[in-house]
């Protein structure tokens, strides 16, 4: 037992001298930064922080104001941005615009040598994928891409090339990882079973890091593909984390971390016992490893609102390096130990999904994330929805609509087991009903090829 407890209190304290070392190099970035970029001067000017007076790490945490996608993005030329020459810039990658505003990464040349090296020796250490063995399949939207020296196929978001690819060139290779939005995974798996192609026969390992998805969808598609993480070895759904200004992924699922959501899932107890934080009513959220080597992270309680995630960049290197960017997504930083012993020893963190991604009616308070987490709970009904939902306020009451795929009808029966299914945990305060797919006020013409969002732009809170 001693050597055991003396081991623990050895990896916390190694811990939290990393996490120190991290903050003083934010509070070193911070001042750098704000001596030679003027963008950010200007910033600092206007919210009225003097450099000179922040000289500690918790004068940087307490005084140093928070940038967004709006203060940095919409209101600087890009040219100011940039730290680098036009002609050191590879490639520019815009986020989605689901927000209503675009920010944007850029990737130098130099940065572009490395992150073919860094993207498969993060396979071959945490997904076991070596050297050149597998296919890898883009079928991101976005113009998300994939830097790897393993053979790719970019598709872009079609479900047809994907399963061709699947059925005739998949059988060659030891493993396959498909990357693509949640709603899309759903799509291939379902089209792919109905074309024939026998997911048992496979090793594929699906990635999905553009939209927060539910542990139900999860496991839908598992109960299809027999893909799960507690048999890894064979392919399973990982989760990561990235923001097209920051650096693409940030944050990770393991097999481990994957079935320990899983357990969360099926047990809505752990959540509470094991987090301090709890967002929305049935929402589980992701437990993801991150690697802090290039950010410093906090967890920020503006105005007691629930914790949000902010960046601060370490390395100087980027072409436009950020301090204290704040994404409004909710997260809570986690010791590494409360959970099961971890292969890897890293830092954790819990992820909720985006704040302000909820509709207030009324009456109460609706989170996407938990309408999410019902909406693929009924396996039957799976088979007949995009996954695509709006959700609005009418006379002070929620209504949620939800399209159906081409050429499907939910049966009064369907409806009535959904309506009870949501009621249990939003009980009589919300409408739903089932869109036929081109009566769906959206319709998604552009299916897949950016985040769609859910609350209607006249309505959200």
Not at 18 to 27: C, I, S, T
Not at 30 to 44: A, N, V
Not at 231 to 256: C, H, M, R, S
Request: a neutral charge; aromatic letters at 12%; charged letters at 20%.
């Amino acid at each position: 037992m001693i050597p055991h407890l003396i081991a623990f209190l050895l990896k916390r304290d190694h811990l939290q001298k990393k996490q120190e070392k991290r903050a003083k190099k934010a509070l070193s970035s911070f001042q750098k930064l704000g001596r030679t970029s003027g963008w950010y001067q200007t910033f600092l000017e206007k919210s009225r922080c003097n450099i000179s007076d922040i000289q500690s790490v918790s004068d940087f945490t307490n005084h140093v104001p928070l940038l967004s996608k709006e203060s940095v993005f919409n209101k600087n030329p890009f040219i100011e941005l940039v730290k680098y020459n036009l002609r050191e810039i590879q490639s520019i990658m815009l986020s989605s615009g689901q927000s209503g505003n675009f920010s944007t990464g850029i990737i130098t040349r130099r940065e572009n040598q490395k992150l073919a090296v860094r993207t498969d020796l993060f396979l071959n250490i945490f997904f076991w994928i070596k050297k050149k063995e597998a296919l890898i399949i883009n079928a991101s939207a976005m113009g998300v891409r994939v830097f790897t020296y393993h053979t790719c196929c970019d598709t872009g978001p079609r479900s047809d090339i994907v399963i061709t690819l699947l059925k005739e060139v998949s059988p060659s290779f030891a493993k396959t990882i498909i990357s693509a939005d949640p709603h899309l995974i759903k799509q291939i798996v379902e089209e792919s079973i109905a074309a024939g192609v026998d997911w048992q026969k496979l090793k594929v390992w699906f990635i999905s890091g553009g939209d927060w998805f539910p542990e139900t969808l999860r496991a839908y598609v598992q109960s299809l593909t027999g893909k799960s993480a507690l048999v890894p070895e064979n392919g399973f759904w990982l989760a990561i984390y990235g923001l097209t200004e920051l650096g693409y992924p940030l944050f990770f699922e393991t097999a481990q971390l994957a079935a320990l959501r899983g357990e969360f899932h099926s047990n809505k107890e752990l959540i509470t016992e094991r987090l301090s934080f709890q967002q929305g009513r049935c929402t589980t959220p992701f437990l993801f490893h991150l690697l802090q080597s290039s950010f410093y992270l906090e967890q920020v309680n503006d105005e007691g609102n629930v914790p949000e995630l902010v960046f601060t960049t370490l390395d100087q290197s980027r072409a436009i390096p950020l301090v204290r960017y704040n994404t409004h997504d909710v997260g809570e930083l986690l010791d590494p130990d409360v959970f099961e012993p971890s292969e890897f020893k890293l830092p954790m963190v819990a992820f909720w999904g985006r704040n302000q991604n909820w509709l207030c009616s009324t009456s109460t308070t609706v989170l996407i994330t938990d309408i999410k987490e019902l909406l693929f709970a009924d396996y039957s009904l799976n088979e007949k929805i995009t996954g695509f939902f709006t959700l609005q306020v009418d006379n002070g009451k929620a209504v949620l609509s939800i399209q159906l795929k081409r050429g499907k009808i939910a049966t009064p029966q369907e409806e009535e087991r959904f309506c009870h299914l949501m009621n249990q945990v939003y009980p009589a305060e919300m409408m739903v009903t089932f869109e036929k797919y081109h009566w769906f006020e959206e319709q998604m013409e552009l299916d897949f090829e950016r985040k769609f969002n859910h609350l209607k732009a006249n309505h959200h809170g």
